[in-house]
């Protein structure tokens, strides 16, 4: 049984803090204070909602430059970056505060003469949210805040390596005087957050993960007919035609490939590319990736800092070195610098084929893997040619043509002449192995809810 995460700065290999696990009594504490919680935000007005959600909103710009640091420091995210992602955060709890009113209206079939309905979008109870470290804060927070909105209470099992981040967000919930207990912190054995699925007042799971503790916390949840929310990950294609703008597809593919060390979901992992532009396509983005600045994350000018784990590095590195046993090419990167910390350079493979584990596997590191189509319906088979589908990008002049090859790409959502982003305003979810379900907008309000259905017939 683990009694303990140990933080290590990325950087530096440093020991940042211990944070010791709780055991089952004190489980048992944080879940009736979440239980206790929830009976009263059940009931509570959607106006006094989105009033806590504006002084969350608040709290998290009142405190991000604390709050950047510690992500720096515990997962080795630029600090730049690490502060656009608390600005994201705050503004996720705006959208959801200015909109609350609309997104849980009661809505009125039409059932002509036959009585009147109504249907209510009415909270289930205490969610249990299993998060990844990649986004310390936006990963929480996009599945906790339109949970929470929704009326539902709300347990957070964090990564071990951002457990700074985890109790930071509890004291911003509590400073912004949610009700006790409403986000609870579960830093725990794994057997014992997994056996809360057993417990009546869990309703259910989201979780963001890896397909192989996905699909172990959706088993269980199912066991005891519990609702899940998975989103998996992905090995999402980005894809450019001959008649893309070349300049601006070039910027967005290094950015989408390279952005948080190539540690995101929806970073666009196979680059697709058509044949007639290949070659000039590769050696611009070779260049510009050759010109990334990698160092000291707290440097605000770094735009690539190491890796989260050396762990994460070391499985990066192998997916790379048995993609090119398998006869792809390195242009760029692919080796282990020396010194310390989780370093690893953006690294280019050409050459790559579908079968390979750096298209095959999700690869969570700064890697591109750039492949050839002869043609838009190969591209579109190339990109549907993977087990996941949670994103992908597409590159045209040709709008209208766009939007019938973006219907045939299995994936959650397609963006074209963009890159893949993450938005309240929308949802975000993926199909195949990339998991079900939908975080963000109504879509993810209403993922723990009862539709309730009330009518009445006269």
Not at 105 to 129: H, N, R
Request: some cysteine; glycine content about 8%.
């Amino acid at each position: 049984m683990r009694t303990e995460a140990i933080s290590i700065n990325p950087a530096t290999g440093e020991e940042i803090a211990r944070h010791p696990a709780l055991d089952g009594a004190s489980l048992e504490r944080v879940l009736a204070a979440a239980s206790t919680a929830f009976a009263d935000w059940r009931t509570s007005s959607v106006g006094r909602r989105a009033e806590a959600f504006l002084r969350l909103a608040d709290t998290l710009e009142a405190r991000r430059e604390t709050l950047a640091r510690l992500i720096t420091l515990e997962m080795g995210k630029p600090i730049t970056a690490a502060g656009a992602e608390v600005d994201k955060c705050a503004r996720l709890a705006r959208w959801y505060a200015e909109n609350l009113p609309d997104l849980l209206a009661d809505e009125t079939p039409d059932v002509g003469g036959d009585g009147t309905a109504v249907i209510s979008y009415l909270p289930l109870g205490v969610v249990l949210g299993v998060m990844p470290w990649n986004f310390p804060l936006w990963q929480v927070l996009r599945a906790a805040v339109p949970i929470i909105c929704a009326g539902n209470g709300f347990l957070l099992k964090h990564a071990e390596n951002v457990q700074g981040s985890a109790l930071a967000l509890g004291e911003c919930f509590r400073a912004a005087a949610f009700p006790e207990g409403l986000f609870g912190v579960v830093h725990a054995d794994r057997a014992l957050v997994t056996g809360l699925l057993a417990d009546r007042r869990i309703v259910g799971v989201s979780v963001t993960a890896g397909v192989a503790a996905g699909a172990s916390l959706a088993a269980e949840a199912g066991r005891h007919i519990k609702k899940s929310l998975l989103e998996l990950g992905g090995s999402d294609p980005f894809i450019v035609l001959a008649d893309a703008d070349l300049d601006l597809a070039v910027a967005a593919a290094v950015e989408a490939r390279f952005q948080n060390c190539g540690q995101v979901c929806i970073a666009a992992k196979r680059i697709i590319v058509e044949a007639p532009i290949m070659d000039v396509f590769v050696t611009r983005f070779v260049e510009a990736a050759r010109g990334i600045l990698t160092g000291d994350p707290l440097d605000p000018a770094t735009r690539i800092g190491p890796m989260a784990r050396v762990r994460a590095r070391s499985d990066v590195h192998d997916q790379v070195c048995r993609s090119v046993a398998m006869g792809a090419r390195v242009l760029l990167g692919g080796e282990i610098p020396d010194g310390p910390g989780a370093y690893y350079p953006p690294t280019v493979l050409i050459d790559v084929t579908p079968d390979m584990p750096i298209c095959a596997e999700e690869t969570f590191g700064p890697v591109a893997a750039i492949m050839a189509a002869k043609d838009a319906e190969d591209a579109v088979h190339i990109a549907n040619n993977s087990d996941f589908g949670l994103s992908a990008a597409l590159w045209t002049a040709d709008v209208e043509a766009a939007d019938r090859l973006a219907r045939r790409i299995e994936a959650g959502a397609v963006f074209v002449n963009g890159m893949s982003v993450s938005d309240p305003r929308v949802p975000i979810g993926g199909v195949k192995r990339s998991g079900y379900g939908r975080e963000l907008s109504h879509f993810g309000l209403r993922e723990f809810c009862n539709a309730q259905l009330r009518w009445v017939r006269r």
